[in-house]
């Protein structure tokens, strides 16, 4: 592509050609991020995330914040520069080609699919502190019951409902949920410190930092164990409905960045007013941090608990309505996501292209919306409750993020001047310590998240290749091995880096005869720090080889020629 061509940023052919109707703005392009970062994480990951880290949480919270920030950052100018629909599923695809597009797609497409059902079973679980709806939810169990799925069901059903009316309707309804969801935290916090607040909680248990299997691991195991890294993940859904934005090139980065800072704010003080709020006598009883779990109606609904026993009966019934508006506002945008997220994997031909057909009168992509639920709901069965679920959520989430870092360094050697409404200061260097970031986190989700999600990604080659054999989509790539020859060694290595690590006791099919034993994994034969250290240099080795072999520019420039189209001979 010309630089000149290249400069003048996107034409209006460009814009048009998604097919999809641009209708949303700044507010609701942030709104739809912080709609997706406030949802079931704060109602149940400061209970997780005290569980396994103690009052120490609170610096988990702040440490997975600065990781997500630089993650977010490198997701703003990627936005900007390409405001594609399902864009954290294509921009791989435009710096490496199909292979690793493919690859860093499916992860992307798990995550949302995975999303939707993850907060319904929240609502689920969180209104099973009603009298009349308690048999939903086991609470010896941490599960659903049948009951309890059936209901979930449901809602994902009127999730698929709202999802079908349009695209205009769905950013204003999400608009109006998310102040809701934004300012009953807010809410809570405010209540709670001012009335029901006890800073001697904080050196409860034998002091601030909860030492039983060593105080940094069990901070590093709430990052992710705890819900941390779930809950503030969700910026990038503005860059996932970048195709249909009024104004993206402007829009998109101010929106990505202002709703990951507002997230990380309120979710720290949530931690700090949550650890304050809960009674001195209870942490008596339960005499550890773990010991919390042993209550069924905490784990079942851990504000509404708190609130409860300091009296605020008026707070507790505010909670349990935000208990399911809340997550609920947060499925139905992901669902939505998840639907866009497959339509720009079959836009880059991985994906056969019924996926990408928009309904005539709302250019809503019917089929998506339709499959991604049905995928979702298949997340029900073997991941019954939200603690149970949100590792693989998580796991999934960072992989798909991690593709983002290698991307922007690619693109800013291969096409340094296409114009770019933000662009990120010091991305040389943020840029690989947002892939390093990534890795940290999908290594502290542990050897069982991390084979669970490869066993994921072989299903998702298997469709792949399905697809292509029987032609299901005519735009088809070809397989860019070259560009990609990094991918497998990335993805094996992080794989023995977790097997050999200490996060993570079993693998997913770890319980089967003669191979238990070899399957068997995370159990500390690389100890802590040495680990990390293992896997930064492994981390910046993989990046820095990866932008080597980075498409060649005319590549790019076929790949991006629906976002930038060849000038128009005059």
């Known amino acids: 592509m010309a630089v000149g061509t290249a400069k003048r940023g996107l034409t209006e052919a460009g814009l048009g050609s998604e097919g999809l109707s641009r209708d949303v703005g700044l507010f609701s392009l942030m709104w739809a991020s912080e709609g997706s970062i406030i949802g079931s994480g704060w109602l149940f990951g400061a209970l997780g995330a005290l569980e396994l880290a103690g009052p120490a949480a609170v610096l988990a919270w702040a440490g997975a914040s600065v990781i997500v920030i630089l993650l977010a950052l490198v997701h703003a100018e990627l936005g900007g520069l390409f405001p594609v629909t399902g864009g954290t599923s294509r921009f791989p695809h435009y ?5 690793a ?28 502190t009603v009298s009349w709806a308690s048999h939903w939810y086991n609470g010896s169990k941490g599960t659903l019951s049948g009951w309890g799925i059936l209901v979930a069901v449901a809602l994902m059903v009127i999730f698929v409902t709202l999802n079908l009316v349009g695209v205009r309707w769905l950013a204003r309804a999400n608009s109006s949920l998310t102040t809701w969801k934004v300012l009953i935290p807010v809410l809570t916090i405010v209540i709670l410190m001012l009335t029901h607040f006890h800073s001697s909680n904080f050196s409860a248990d034998g002091g601030f930092f909860f030492s039983s299997g060593g105080a940094a691991k069990n901070i590093l195991k709430a990052v992710t164990g705890g819900g941390i890294v779930f809950s503030l993940l969700g910026f990038e859904q503005a860059v996932q409905l970048g195709g249909e934005s009024r104004n993206p090139q402007r829009d998109l980065p101010r929106a990505v960045i202002g709703s990951i800072i507002i997230g990380s704010l309120v979710y720290i003080l949530v931690q700090v007013a949550f650890i304050g709020g809960l009674k001195p006598s209870d942490l008596i009883e339960y005499k550890t941090w773990p010991g919390l779990a042993k209550d069924s109606l905490l784990s079942a609904g851990p504000f509404y608990t708190v609130a409860q026993i300091a009296g605020l009966a008026w707070l507790a019934t505010v909670l349990r309505i935000d208990a399911v508006i809340s997550p609920s ?10 639907s866009r997220i497959s339509y720009g994997l079959s836009r880059n031909g991985y994906i056969p292209s019924a996926f990408e057909r928009p309904a005539p009168k709302t250019k809503i992509p019917v089929f998506g919306v339709i499959f991604s639920s049905i995928v979702g709901l298949l997340f029900l069965l073997p991941f019954p409750s939200w603690g149970k679920l949100v590792g693989i959520v998580t796991g999934a989430s960072v992989l798909m993020y991690a593709g983002a870092p290698l991307a922007l360094g690619a693109l800013r050697k291969s096409k340094p001047d296409l ?11 943020i840029s690989p310590l947002a892939f390093v970031g990534a890795n940290f986190i999908v290594y502290w989700a542990g050897w069982n998240t991390y084979s669970t999600l490869m066993l994921v990604m072989l299903i998702g080659y298997a469709l792949m290749i399905i697809s292509a054999k029987l032609k299901l989509n005519p735009n088809q790539p070809k397989v860019d091995w070259i ?23 079993s693998g997913i099919i770890a319980g089967l005869g003669p191979f238990k034993n070899l399957l068997v994994g995370g159990n500390g034969d690389l100890p802590l720090w040495w680990d990390l250290l293992v896997l930064a240099v492994f981390s910046l080795g993989i990046y820095f080889w990866a932008i080597q072999n980075r498409l ?19």
């Open 329 to 338: 506002g947060t499925g139905l945008i992901y669902l939505t996501s998840a």
């Open 95 to 99: 710096a490496f080609g199909s292979l």
């Open 552 to 570: 060649p520019e005319a590549d790019v420039d076929r790949y991006v020629a629906d976002v930038y189209p060849p000038p128009v001979a005059e």
């Open 419 to 429: 114009e770019r409404s933000y662009r990120l200061p010091a991305g040389h260097i």
């Open 101 to 128: 597009g493919g690859t860093f797609g499916w992860f992307a497409y798990i995550q949302a699919a995975s999303v939707a059902p993850i907060e319904v079973l929240a609502a689920v679980q969180y209104f099973s």
């Open 483 to 505: 560009a990609a020859k990094w991918i497998f060694p990335y993805l094996i290595g992080m794989g023995l880096i977790s097997y050999f690590g200490g996060f993570g006791q």
